[in-house]
């Protein structure tokens, strides 16, 4: 199993331009996640999807767009780049979610490294 | 008001100089607590879940232990592969809320 995956590792972009971050995974994973991570200020949670067609918005969902069409594919859309979406990017997926009382790990992919200038 | 939070944000040890790494939290009804490990330039990798207060996990040099406030990570005799950033979370709503970490480094 190749887990997480996530392309590409890194890009740079400029201010106005559109990118999708794709992430795929082949746990057959219901839940799936993106966070992105700035320096000293942790993960936050941007969006995610209990399901094939079901998403929802996290913490920071503005300037963002999901879609999830399959259960193995969750990409991550920015349509007008701004400065303040330079971070790394981690998708993530798991079993179970959601409000069970017993929760499985998250298993994280190694991130999109995005600059936009 | 941050739910979870870390302590120390960094933290030097020589090898083999045993100490331990806090995760306090806020959050109510608690769905697991969940330490990983971060190495630079990788994603976050799974070490173990508590449910419950007075639960403990182990895994090699490491141990989890868990109480109604807070979790410790205790690091024995530790060797410099084990630096990296050491990440908590627990579970809130849908999704896991994360601390800030706490960088290890051992020298040797």
């Known amino acids: 199993n190749a887990g997480v995956t996530q392309t590409p590792k890194f890009r740079i972009l400029k201010i106005g331009q559109s990118m999708t971050l794709q992430c795929t995974q082949d746990?057959?994973?219901?839940?799936m996640y993106w966070y992105r991570q700035d320096p000293g200020m942790g993960l936050k949670l941007i969006y995610y999807?209990?399901?094939?067609?079901?998403?929802d918005k996290g913490e920071v969902p503005n300037g963002y767009n999901v879609s999830r069409s399959t259960t193995e594919d969750f990409p991550l859309r920015l349509e007008l780049a701004a400065p303040s979406q330079t971070s790394v990017y981690f998708c993530a997926s798991s079993l179970t979610g959601g409000e069970r009382t017993y929760n499985s790990p998250l298993h994280f992919g190694n991130g999109t490294r995005l600059t936009v200038t | 008001e941050d739910q979870v939070t870390q302590s120390p944000e960094a933290l030097r040890l020589q090898e083999g100089e045993s100490s331990s790494l806090n995760c306090s939290y806020t959050?109510?009804?608690?769905?697991?607590l969940f330490w990983y490990r971060q190495d630079p330039g990788k994603g976050p990798e799974f070490l173990f879940t508590?449910?419950?207060a007075g639960e403990e996990k182990e895994k090699e040099r490491l141990k989890a232990t868990l109480t109604k406030k807070e979790s410790f990570l205790h690091i024995t005799a530790p060797k410099p592969e084990d630096s990296a950033t050491y990440l908590c979370?627990?579970?809130?709503?849908?999704?896991?809320?994360f601390g800030k970490g706490t960088t290890l480094s051992v020298s040797s």
């Open positions: 746990m057959n994973h219901n839940y």
């Open positions: 979370a627990v579970h809130e709503g849908t999704a896991l809320i």
């Open positions: 959050v109510s009804g608690l769905r697991g």
């Open positions: 508590l449910y419950s």
């Open positions: 999807s209990v399901g094939a067609g079901i998403t």
